[in-house]
């Protein structure tokens, strides 16, 4: 950490003006914003990683704005003049936002400088006049730059580039997105050598990691960034939810305390309440109104609502109008949300670090503590929270790694390249490879991606005429129709939606006939409505909504005079438990010492399960198997999150179909895993036809993993967004919406054709790397699969265990796959012929 | 707002993958038993097979629709480069379905090829493939909205519309009272929905008097039977789906695909 030494240092490195902005306002600049400036003066990248309400911004932006000062206005009919800085968030609303919180400075300073912002919502013909005439400070986003890279004068434009000030850098890199922009940065060091990186972070697990991505590598040597490192002010001050009220077993709604919630936030001038979903958000949202006697200003705000409400909320909050807003993760990055005092994070947060940034959002002021309620919504979550509080007292770090740069963003990026200008394989490689995420990328993947870029990159070569880049004489690659560099700019970005309808609200007339469009609410995921029927009722937008059918490509909703939803709200989290905190409960399920941290039912019901079964100890696995109606279940806890356990209840079924216990069906949560079968496993077990300790063999993630991975709908997903991200399939336009038929092309047909065809293509690939990582969480399978070995504790009982409860509660809520598809059918063909039987 | 954190299936993709089984080996006999469904079409006879085909034994008829053929390719002359493999995998699929019921006559009910240009620039092996799959029998080619000019360069003929044993093949149904109307177009699909599950799979769509086949190309989608296009052509309180199941067909009333 840097420390400013002495005043005349503050003189050498801000301009008289700035200085004299500082003292007018009785500031001092802070430390930390003179170390950057000192390094920035250096020509050293800084990786800045410090709390909300440290000065980030301001920091960031001082070598630019001081640098720019010191260039002074450029006389009219000056040569043109490339962009000096770039500021790069991964929100459009914050691009927007700091282009007002610089705007103050820059007018009392009365600097020379130019501030423009340019995302998605600028219009065309402002961003034709940026391209002409560039300001000195371009507030973007990663999807801008990537735009602005592939066009054909992104040399002129960007040669002057000084700086590149990455906010949020911590939510940016470890997404597909950060792998793209990590190119466009490689590009930019090309196009401007002299180019200085300037990352702004929340804390990380592991900074280093950062400082390599902002700056560029190199064969052998890992390349590092400066790092600079404010600790956070006061400690925050984080209690969970007492309550008299019963919690509940299992279930993610929370809608148990909101009496007690809605207690608490009286107490507080502004409360930002945290969901992990959209519709834990809209549930706790509806249930809040239920029992808000007081009439409290409480909003509702999250990323499917229309962006006109979404705005108003912002607006209402920025004035202190609101006394409590209900939201997702969409709050989660920097936007200004006025003076918020309390936190309230329902459900478990699924991770240390998130729940610290997240705590973050009270207080801007970094020297008074934070204060954050926590409220699990079921006894596991009680253990989990517990776990997460321990964790952020002792400043625990457990964001994801950067992860190797994806296949299918290489793709994206090498058109978007050509369509900037021809280039030469080896350069890109050399350019492409000096991204960290790509520092270790083969030059044979390298140029397989090409491959595929040009003509499919399929072995029967069959599209050589439809080529969309070819290599000339002259050795370099170019587009080979202007058309391509067309489709490359629609289908940029590596964030894939799934199909979204609007929700419009109608009245039915007095003939019961539906009336015209009334107000657009938001929008809903299509096939979330493609399980409804006419006359069901859900909760959007705060409402209880009455389904009346699809129309073009709204959904037509009307407003229910009934409570409650017929659909019930049941979503699992997004993110799935970190392995830091999956390790916290398990160390606290074993330990009774602890357990007095926790609630007195969470207490009773541990102590009703070490009565009955056994607790799982802290390095083993439990596994439970007993009879419940005619089935026979086994339920095992291992606490790897909820991918990593379907992904394991997908291979258990098959090794349980071979060693005949005839399984049926399995569920997954966060902590546990259920299977249940015909056979009855304890009597197995006994008479030693079934092998627990074989069961769980390693061995499982070999050929188990590869057939399963054959037929499985979860890779088909990742194989879709690979696909349109690479560029195989395009993205929907406008215009081109569903009509009477089907015009879009199947991403899970053009799978089965490339499986049966041609399994080793490099989309299969970049597919199988992806899910591996992401999806299946096989890493973290893996792991566990070793950690338990000689370590599993088996328990057959008579009945089911009281820590079985909560996930046997879920089954019957998780979708159908594989095998169980046909049964579903036979089940519902079964009834017509008991029909026809009469 | 309810989102279930996992869609049950993604909405407009089916999983067919039992069509891209590599080929059987020639049975011995036909085997016309079993997986297949028989259905009562305005007074006759005709077999659901699996596979996605119907087949009328009284007049020897198989019938298949929307094969899509050469949709790889006629993506890839628009600059999406989707793989070139669809047209050999419904080949073969249509070969096994050819070695099961050996038809006197084939009728593939339009939209044949994906686009108008797709059978005069198909390659050559797959025109071989077809030849020899015709080779014995009789070849219809129904003229579709992808592909209104016909085929060129492979056997059978061309035509608008097909009367056979009463029945009315086209590639469009027509709305309105149509009994015997055989047609294609549509790509019916069905989701099947118990106790918050569901599956979706192609099917026959029929009310007894009219019948829309699902599409048999190994790149086609599939329309949901819900959707408004199917309402000119069947009343839903008679319709029944025939759903493809992985070696047989599922027969589910309209009414009670939601459970």
């Known amino acids: 950490m840097s420390k400013a030494d002495s005043p005349s240092r503050d003189e050498v490195l801000l301009p008289p003006v700035f200085q004299r902005w500082f003292a007018d306002r009785g500031w001092q600049p802070r430390a930390h914003q003179l170390a950057l400036l000192e390094r920035a003066g250096r020509g050293e990248s800084t990786l800045l990683i410090a709390p909300t309400g440290a000065g980030k911004t301001l920091a960031g932006f001082l070598p630019a704005l001081t640098d720019l000062t010191r260039r002074g206005r450029l006389p009219p009919g000056s040569a043109f003049q490339g962009v000096h800085t770039l500021y790069i968030s991964p929100l459009k609303a914050l691009a927007v936002d700091i282009e007002r919180n610089l705007a103050r400075p820059v007018a009392d300073m009365a600097l020379p400088i130019t501030i423009e912002n340019r995302t998605g919502d600028t219009p065309v013909s402002k961003r034709q006049r940026q391209k002409l005439k560039p300001p000195d400070i371009l507030l973007t986003t990663p999807e801008q730059v990537a735009l602005l890279l592939a066009s054909k004068d992104a040399d002129r434009f960007f040669r002057d580039l000084r700086y590149v000030v990455l906010d949020e850098l911590h939510s940016l890199v470890t997404s597909k997105r950060g792998h793209l922009l990590s190119l466009g940065l490689a590009r930019l060091r090309t196009l401007a050598p002299a180019m200085q990186t300037i990352g702004l972070s929340a804390t990380v697990a592991d900074p280093a990691e950062l400082c390599r991505w902002l700056v560029g590598q190199a064969p052998g040597e890992a390349r590092q960034a400066g790092l600079v490192t404010v600790d956070g002010g006061a400690r925050p001050i984080i209690t969970i939810l007492g309550t008299e009220e019963r919690v509940p077993w299992s279930g993610h709604s929370a809608r148990y305390a909101m009496r007690d919630v809605y207690a608490v936030l009286k107490d507080f001038r502004t409360t930002l309440i945290f969901v992990n979903t959209r519709s834990q958000a809209e549930l706790i949202f509806q249930e809040l109104w239920t029992v808000n006697d007081d009439s409290l200003p409480i909003a509702l705000h999250h990323g499917s609502l229309d962006v006109s409400q979404r705005r108003k909320v912002e607006a209402a909050m920025a004035e202190n109008r609101l006394r409590a807003v209900v939201a997702t993760s969409t709050l989660d990055l920097g936007i200004d949300w006025g003076d918020v005092d309390l936190v309230i994070h329902v459900g478990a947060p699924k991770g240390a670090s998130r729940l610290a940034q997240r705590i973050g959002r009270a207080n801007h002021r970094m020297d008074e503590p934070s204060r954050a309620i926590l409220v699990p919504a079921n006894r596991f979550e009680v253990m989990e929270c517990q776990a997460a509080l321990d964790a952020n007292y002792v400043g625990a770090q457990d964001t994801p790694p950067v992860g190797e740069g994806a296949l299918d963003v290489l793709a994206q990026h090498v058109l978007g390249m050509a369509c900037a200008a021809p280039f030469d394989a080896d350069l890109l490689y050399a350019e492409v490879t000096s991204a960290a995420p790509y520092a270790r990328l083969e030059r044979h993947h390298f140029d397989r991606i090409v491959d595929f870029v040009a003509t499919g990159g399929y072995a029967l070569r069959a599209y050589e005429r439809y080529a969309r880049i070819r290599r000339n004489k002259d050795g370099l690659w170019r587009i080979s129709h202007p058309d391509v560099a067309q489709q490359y700019r629609l289908n940029i970005g590596t964030i894939i939606e799934s199909p979204m309808l609007n929700v419009r609200m109608v009245k039915r007339n007095a003939r019961g006939s539906l009336g015209r469009g009334g107000a657009s609410l938001g929008k809903v995921e299509e096939y979330f409505l493609e399980s409804l029927v006419q006359g069901d009722t859900f909760l959007f937008s705060g409402k209880v909504l009455r389904f009346e059918g699809i129309r073009e490509n709204e959904c037509l909703v009307s407003q229910a005079y009934h409570l409650d939803p017929k659909i019930p709200a049941y979503a699992g989290g997004k993110f799935p438990l970190s392995t830091y905190l999956a390790e916290g409960v398990r160390a606290m399920l074993s330990d009774p010492a602890r357990w007095s941290a926790l609630h007195e039912q969470v207490r009773d019901w541990l102590s009703l399960q070490k009565e009955k079964s056994v607790l799982p100890g802290r390095a083993d696995l439990l596994i439970e198997t007993f009879p419940r109606g005619n089935r026979h279940f086994m339920v095992l806890y291992p606490f790897e999150g909820r991918l990593a356990h379907q992904t394991l209840g997908m291979l258990l079924t098959r090794r349980l179909e071979r060693a005949g216990a005839k399984p049926l069906g399995f569920v997954a949560t966060d902590y546990a895993l259920a299977v249940w079968g015909l056979e009855d496993m304890s009597a197995m077990v006994r008479g030693r036809k079934l092998n627990l300790a074989a069961l769980m063999e390693e061995d499982m993630l070999g050929d188990d993993l590869e057939s399963w991975l054959a037929e499985s709908f979860m890779l088909k997903r990742t194989f879709r967004n690979c696909a349109v991200i690479a560029g195989l399939i395009e993205r929907r336009h406008p215009g081109k919406e569903k009509s009477g038929r089907q015009v879009t092309v199947s991403a899970d047909l053009i799978y089965d054709v490339l499986r049966a065809h041609e399994p080793d293509h490099i989309l299969l690939e970049a597919t199988r790397r992806d899910a591996a990582a992401g999806l299946l969480d096989i890493g973290r399978l893996g792991d566990m699969l070793k950690r338990i070995k000689g370590h599993i504790t088996h328990r057959a009982l008579d009945q089911i265990s009281p820590l079985a409860v909560p996930i046997m509660l879920e089954i019957g809520r998780e979708p159908v796959a594989g095998e169980a598809q046909d049964a579903l059918l036979a089940e519902a063909a079964d009834d017509l012929i008991a029909e026809a039987m009469g | ?259």
Request: glycine share 8%; charged share 25%; net charge neutral.
């Open chain 2, 1 to 259: 707002m309810v989102f279930q954190s996992e869609p049950t299936e993604p909405d407009d993709e089916d999983a067919v993958l039992t069509r891209l089984a590599p080929p059987a080996p020639p049975a011995a006999f036909p085997d016309t038993h079993g997986a297949t469904a028989e259905i009562a079409l305005s007074g006759r006879t005709a077999l659901c097979d699996p596979l996605g085909a119907l087949y009328l034994p009284d007049s020897r008829t198989l019938i298949v629709s929307d094969l899509h053929l050469e949709k790889g390719a006629a993506f890839a002359r628009r600059g999406q480069l989707l793989p070139p493999y669809d047209t050999e995998a419904t080949l073969r699929l249509l070969d096994r379905v050819l070695v099961r019921h050996d038809p006197r006559l084939v009728i593939s009910l339009g939209d044949n090829f994906h686009d108008r240009k797709g059978s005069a620039l198909m390659p050559e092996p797959y025109r071989a493939m077809i030849y020899g799959m015709a080779r014995g029998r009789e070849w219809l080619w129904v003229n579709g909205n992808h592909d209104p000019d016909g085929t060129s360069g492979l056997p059978g003929q061309s035509v608008d519309e097909v009367h056979l044993d009463g029945l009315t093949f086209r590639h469009e149904p027509k709305p309105g009272a149509s009994p015997g109307e055989v047609a294609g177009h549509l790509h019916p699909a069905a989701t099947v929905r118990r106790r918050e599950k569901s599956v979706r799979r192609p099917c026959f769509a029929s009310d007894g008097l009219r019948l829309i086949m699902p599409a048999f190309g190994v790149l086609t989608g599939g329309l949901d039977l819900s959707s408004a296009a199917f309402k000119p052509y069947f009343a839903r309180k008679d319709l029944i789906a025939h759903l493809i199941g992985k070696d047989r067909i599922y027969s589910v009333r309209y009414a009670n695909l939601k459970g």
